[in-house]
């Protein structure tokens, strides 16, 4: 009975302090508010009813009168950007810059976003200008980074590189895997000028950068095959496998072609059969499938398009399956399944896709870097497609 009297007079007690408080709070709010300037609220009745420009000069007006209120103007800053209204953006960022009394990390905060609004209006020398000028302070990895993307847009790759290099010493984080593309984007440029010893030497420095990248290798091969070192060429593309298997299928026709023209085309049909046991896919059967019929025999690739169904079922699968059904048909039949295999060809023929797994971004053709988020290696070698059971 002692402890319920106690509650009693303990609850009263309690509800009596809570009230008290919220009336403090209530009278903290309205002397804030009353504290504002009225550019404040002008501003903010510009800004819903949309009067930006009008809203942008009521806010610097509040910046003038007092110097706490520049979190609103990055706010709005910021907010203009997002809306793609990046002249508007400049203009608030600007402004910012402008005010001598400014305090020095502000200053920085304010030239990064003015670099950020540069940069998605597409003036990225002017970007470029105001990321260089933070080299050092709390926004200097994320201008680095910045940087990094501005040189990767514009495909240069050496300062891509030197950048890159600058943010692993600052333990940003590990650009290893993208410095090994841009030197690949090297490799690429020289390959394409003929400078096969430069485009060798890019692609050392690739490897050294990220051991396992094999579009280095895939490209290695390729230079191999334009200085006619065909075994090299199959060396280096066999080695694709033991990195990373996924990437089969960029090398397979490549493969067979150096095979056949070292007249061992049996010996690299023999190799893709070995492929598609241990590494089976439906792009690699694809592209193997011609091939195996051709060296070894229509039987051996309707087996392996057998197999492959019965463990990954897809459409590609079933193409190849009626091509291989359609040769040893009877000719009342033949009409039927060839039939099937062009309206399979025509229902498939825009259906593959490779897909960014980082944003999702579709493509019909596989790319090292994303047209979408511009990431690097972020596509699976293989097409996505509908499965034949859905």
Known sequence: MDLDFWWLLVIPLIFGLGWMAARFDLKHLLAEGTNLPRSYFRGLNFLLSEQHDKAIDAFIEVAKLDPETTELHFALGNLFRRRGETERAIRVHQNLLN??????VERDH????????????????????AFEQLAAGIYASEAQRSLLTIYSIQKDWQ????IAERLEVLGVQSCRQQIAQFYCELAE??????????????????????????????????????????????????????????????????????????????????????????????????????????????????????????????LTGMIRLLEAQLANAEMERRSELELMRRLLIQRTK??????????????????????????????????TEPMAHS
Request: with cysteine; aromatic share 8%.
């Open 159 to 162: 300062r891509a590189i030197a």
């Open 110 to 129: 304010a030239l990064y976003e003015l670099g950020q609004d540069f940069l998605k209006a597409g003036l990225f020398d002017r970007a470029e200008t």
């Open 350 to 383: 825009n259906l593959p896709r490779y897909i960014c797994r980082d944003c999702g971004f579709r493509a019909r053709f596989f790319y090292w870097q994303c047209p979408g988020c511009r990431g690097w290696e972020t596509y699976a070698s293989c097409r």
């Open 189 to 314: 440029e020289a390959l394409q000028r003929k400078q096969l010893e430069q485009a060798r030497s890019e692609l050392e420095r690739s490897l050294v950068a990220h051991p396992a990248n094999a579009r280095a290798m895939i490209l290695q091969g390729q230079v191999e095959l334009a200085l006619g070192n065909l075994t090299a060429a199959i060396d280096a593309w066999m080695q694709i496998e033991k990195e990373n298997a996924t990437y089969l299928p960029l090398v397979a026709e490549k493969l067979m072609s150096a095979h056949e023209k070292l007249g061992l085309a049996e010996q690299g049909s023999r190799l893709l059969i070995d492929y598609l046991e241990r590494h089976a896919s439906h792009d690699l059967l694809d592209l193997a499938y011609p091939y195996i019929a051709a060296h070894q025999g229509v039987e051996a690739a309707h087996a392996l398009a057998r197999a492959q169904m019965q463990k990954a079922p897809n």
């Open 99 to 104: 005010r001598t009394d400014l305090p020095v």
